[in-house]
């Protein structure tokens, strides 16, 4: 075993206490975003039931990541939809201590064999399957909506804002992280964020969990048009549910170059599906200040991963790249939700 | 015959992608040199443009800057607005040019929110001139490969 593996198996072994010659295998790194580090690996340990294999997954804290997050809230929102009509993967243990793997981390269940690449969907056999998946995925943000975060114990471990000030909090907190990190003035967001502040929207219709990243790339789908896990929930959060709805739709994500959102059906069907899988309504004139506002949530990601990576915290070339690739593009996104882009 | 620079960036890059990086293991490892592959074909893209489009937008910017000093009655913003106005590049180095370009930036920022708090139509004309700077800003900069 590498250190890693051999350090990772005795941390599961000190957390199974039934288990015996606990063995890590085949630890490799994988792209699953840029803000954890992600690995996959094969755990096997002996047990009163018999030999256990599990293929599973660490996210680890990296150095510098694309957000500053807390792995608590990914965890969290695992386990708060784990075995509900939103498919995740088991979360199985969250570790603050950095004494085990150097920074925190948490493990969870792999699910093998399904796609996640955007740019896959161009493609046959998925490019076949464009509606289903539209289908399920604008249902399934439906119900991550009106799910109750009180019911699944989100309000205990995430602030609560109230109806009327979920749009203030996200927006002084992106705003905040643009002040920080911008490496270069940024005329764009900047009177975007002016427009956003003089244009308040509506309260909540009512306080929903916001997954804070829901869009292709962010799942796992199949060749028949099933969705079997949505996934990086580092941005999760209690909000308003048209964030996300408006996050999921912002043309930065339209992977076909085209008017499909997400790369998978125009802009409409999506909100039709959410609707009816959500039950609550995406008032255009609300929706339009969520859509203004996730591209300055998108360029506050954007310059933020630049500055981890210009100041050498996290030199994964992706962060370099998603200011190159996106940057512009999101200038762009955000001149069109302001209609000076037609 | 030198290789002209966005001839081999293209065919670097194609080599990274196409054939280095399906033969690399970990998917990770591959995945990164995609990566490289990738930021190679925009070094191309812009390789030949970066001068040209700093230029064009510090000088866009400037000329705004001229025509609306006579506007502002903010003493101190017009004053900052005529010195920017009749400034010149200290270089053709990328680093100037990108140095000015934000000394700008910053200074338009400032005199768009200005013009947002003016009444009157030579307001909403300076507003309406800055837009189509800033979207034509964004076309200057747009890369082909972009989603968007």
Known sequence: MSDLEERLASYIAARLAEASEVRVEGLERIHGGASRETYRFRLRYASPAGEVERNLILRRDPPGSLIET?????????RAFHGTAVPVPEPLWLEEDARWLDYPFFVMQELRGFQSQAQALMMPPYSERLEQLAERKWTILGEISKADPQALGLTEVMPVPALDACWARELAHWEKVI????????PIVRAAIRWLRRHPPPPAQKLAVVHGDYRTGN??????????????WEMAHLGDPLEDLAWGINRV????????VGGLVDKARAIAIWERASGLRADPESLRWWEVFSSVKGQAIWISSGKEYQQGRNQD??????GWWLMNAQDRAALESLGVLR | MKPDVPVVLENVAAKLMFELAPQ?????????????????TMLREEW????????EENAAMRALFREAAAQVGDAGLRARLEAAASSAEASLRIADLDAANDELRRLLIELHAWAEEQPGDAARRLETAIWRELLASTERRRFSIAPF
């Open chain 1, 70 to 78: 807390e792995r608590a809230n990914e965890f969290n929102a695992y």
């Open chain 1, 179 to 186: 002040d920080e990190d911008e490496l270069h003035p940024q």
């Open chain 1, 253 to 260: 994500w339209c992977w076909a170059r085209d008017e499909r």
């Open chain 1, 317 to 322: 070339p992706v962060l370099a790249l998603s």
């Open chain 1, 219 to 232: 799942f796992l789908y199949d060749d028949q048009g099933e969705v079997h896990a949505i996934l990086d």
């Open chain 2, 24 to 40: 690399l293991r970990p998917p990770f490892l591959a995945g990164t040199i995609t990566v490289v592959g990738v930021m190679m």
């Open chain 2, 48 to 55: 030949d443009r970066a001068a040209a489009r700093r230029v």
